[in-house]
């Protein structure tokens, strides 16, 4: 999918919403156990409830290897579903892989060939070579760390520099050089509220993809307010607030009630930046 | 496995060798790929051939991945092989993962107590609390990424500073308040030797991970004579150079012989330090 294409979904849903599929085992409704894949027995009737008010959808890796190779064959499914019954989703494997070049083509193969996804979260640390082999597909993402919404991005993210510039501006400028805004994306959390209009500076054209929003804290209108461009430019992700708004057998209902909650938001910030 | 069972490992085989199980398809021996499972025929029989000469196996996960949930399968029947054949080798599940830190519990999960490994190398750019829920398994590893053997090492880790150290210095000094040496070891690549000798001062009990020998261009006697402490503190990787040696019928064989020259060389250099 490229750039404009996902711009019109934006329009079209009036939204820029990114549903975080975080399935836990632990956390699924007790009906659904009973299943022969009760993750994605789960994932079907969130996508299906919340699909209208969504233009992408981000599974996170972590949440399906810890049932190990039929974790995987989980997320096969759930990716297949949503390519054949809703191809205009935005599909993103939050994966945060990374590793030297030769290993990070499998990687890419692995994300992009065989599972199929729009787009791979992927960890800088490694650099230039360790990114670049996911830069080589047609119409493939890379959305790559840059200020994540968690406490230790004060760590090395914040606290480390290079000429004044902080390790995550500095990830910013340099991959800037290595891929336009029709092939890469930044993440930027949520709870940084303050940084998100600098960052917005430094990248004007560039996607981001901000979680944090609910569980973590952080604000959609503050989010808005300092990241919106004039093609949207936001994917705002949100995962246990919508997945587990219920554990009954309304699981779904209550999702699709949130999600449109976030959709409604959404759309007075897109009316009010004149986007819609 | 403790730090004290693995130095004795060494001792015992008078070996530090780590085989890098980056098994490709494409690389395979073609009488294999007739096999239910080439990938885990091919290293059941690197395994059965080399394991009198190595202390550690290392499957890196993107190249099982690629073939999506069959690969984690793969992956699966190999640790599995390994910790019931071969109940003293220390398994390495490079991973290369760091999350937030309720998205780190499940990767820890997956790979100490679904897979079982003895180790997960993690990446740092998330900070303390994407690594600490990796650090809460009794027996279990962290090998954090400091200095990679790839030239994009450069980007970050040797370029951004804080107060005078670089990122991957700055990676070491803290991750040290994280963990002690019985829990944390340091990836440091081979490609780096004038930085070993500083890294060993900075973390003088700890194990580093020495990818970088071989293909890469690494020299196993700059490593030992910078790196060796006095339980070692090194296991040095090969992979390519092993697992590919051959692509014919005599394949496990060539691997011996080469897993055995890197064997022998490592042995002379525990005797010099005067470690046997």
Redesign the interface.
Known sequence: MNKSVLFRQIKQKRSFLCIGL?T?MEKLPKHLLSEGDPVFSFNKAIIDATAQYAVAYKP?T??Y?????????S??KTIKYLKINYPQIFIIADA??????N??V??A???FD??DADALTV?????????SPFLDFDEKWVIL?AL??????????Y????SGKR?FE??LS?AKDWATSEQLMFVVGATHPEEIAAIRQLVPDYFLLVPGVGA?GGSLEAVAENGLNDECGLLVNSSRGILYASSQIDFAERAAEEARKLQAQMEKVLLQKALL
Chains 1, 2 share one sequence.
């Open positions: 975080d836990e996170n972590a949440f290897e810890v049932q190990g190779s039929k974790g995987w064959e997320l096969e945060k892989r990374g590793d030297i070049g290993t990070s499998n990687y193969r692995a994300f065989h599972l960890a800088p640390y490694m650099g230039f070579d360790s990114v760390l994540t919404s968690n406490a230790g991005s004060q760590d090395f993210q606290n480390c520099q290079t390790l500095e990830v340099k973590q």
